[in-house]
């Protein structure tokens, strides 16, 4: 491992054309950075200059003069991923496209964020929201902005026994909440605890067993498993899948035998309903067996559903977790099923007859 009391080199081209100044500023964002405990010995060198320079970026510091004023969470500065870029630009001698935006937060600012030195300014928040800030840790502030002091490197020892370091963080990332799902065949998976896990949740245990005709579950997708924690894959390409990537699967693929229904369901959080180019994506994936699909978009709330602002698509259904015994049928005269089977034909024409009994009976 890289030693951190020494001022850490960079070679790159972009770094090599800065002007003496900024690359002294780079390298010593670098070596607090090293010294608080996050390795970078493992990062490309374009990486350890773009990660220095969104540290110095969110604390608003340009010389090295002013580590001693670092800006923390303590005080209403803070600047979004797109901010970042432009005061990289600005101040670090940087031509960075503003396109390259959601690279901040997921690559140079990950290990920060991990670490807990660098906080967002609005927790909770959705990750894709624009207004979402990023700042230092007013408690990591307290000792950057000792930095220079003959025995700086003795406090940070001090200070990183106090402070659990980004190793030790990474690795209780072990021991996060995991939401417990049992489903309708007795068993028992864990996923990534997050509100986009938990309407699946509710799909797998409230929506399945009033809706599901005995539905046995045979995808559940999640973050942190490529294939998802439930993926019968024999079952799925007996069924006509001739797709079982995770990008194209649904969040959730269940089967019901009694009525040879495939059901297909998106939980919708901030993205991903069911829209005409989303159903005709999953048609084109079950090809000739299409007709047996029954299309949900399930949401937490009365709320979500009306703020989902984008085209939900006809002949299919919506299901809301908290009035979680109703459906919501997106066409005017069925009950859900498949729009391809012979019981969808004959409620229907059994409808046709109640409308024709009742005009004569007018």
């Not at 000792?143 to 190793?167: C, L, R």
């Not at 049928?329 to 069925?334: E, I």
């Amino acid at each position: 491992m890289m030693d951190y009391k020494k001022l850490p080199t960079i070679d790159y081209r972009t770094f090599n054309r800065k002007s003496d100044k900024v690359q002294k500023l780079i390298r010593q964002s670098l070596q607090i950075i090293n010294a608080l405990g996050i390795p970078i010995d493992d990062l490309t060198e374009r990486q350890k200059e773009k990660m220095a320079m969104a540290f110095l970026a969110v604390g608003d510091v340009k010389t090295s003069a002013g580590w001693k004023k670092i800006k923390d969470s303590n005080n209403e500065y803070s600047l979004t991923t797109r901010e970042i870029i432009a005061y990289e630009n600005k101040y670090f001698e940087e031509n960075i496209s503003s396109g390259s935006y959601d690279d901040i937060k997921r690559k140079d600012l990950s290990k920060l964020l991990l670490a807990m030195i660098v906080v967002n300014s609005k927790p909770g928040s959705n990750t894709s929201n624009p207004t979402r800030g990023y700042k230092i840790n007013s408690e990591y502030s307290r000792i950057i902005k000792n930095y220079g002091q003959s025995d700086w490197f003795m406090q940070v020892e001090a200070f990183n026994k106090m402070h659990p370091t980004y190793a030790e963080r990474v690795s209780a990332k072990r021991e996060i909440p995991k939401l417990v799902v049992h489903t309708l065949d007795g068993k028992e998976i864990h996923l990534k605890d997050g509100e986009h896990n938990a309407i699946q949740k509710q799909v797998i245990e409230e929506l399945l067993p009033r809706f599901g005709y005995g539905a046995v579950l045979l995808y559940c997708g999640d973050s942190d498993n490529k294939y998802g924690l439930i993926f019968e894959k024999e079952k799925l390409t007996e069924l006509g899948f001739s797709d079982l990537t995770q990008s194209i699967l649904p969040d959730v693929v269940a089967y019901s035998s009694e009525k040879d229904w495939i059901y297909l369901v998106e939980a919708y959080h901030t993205s991903n309903p069911i829209t005409p180019q989303r159903k005709l994506e999953l048609q084109q994936i079950l090809g000739e067996k299409a007709d047996k699909a029954v299309f949900i978009t399930a949401f937490e709330n009365n709320s979500a559903y009306r703020n989902c602002s984008e085209e939900l698509a006809w002949e299919t259904e919506v299901w809301i977790a908290t009035e979680p015994d109703h459906m919501i049928h997106r066409d005017g005269f069925r009950f859900m099923g498949p729009y391809g089977d012979n019981a969808f034909n004959d409620r229907l024409h059994a409808y046709i007859a109640v409308l024709r009994n009742r005009e004569n009976l007018e």
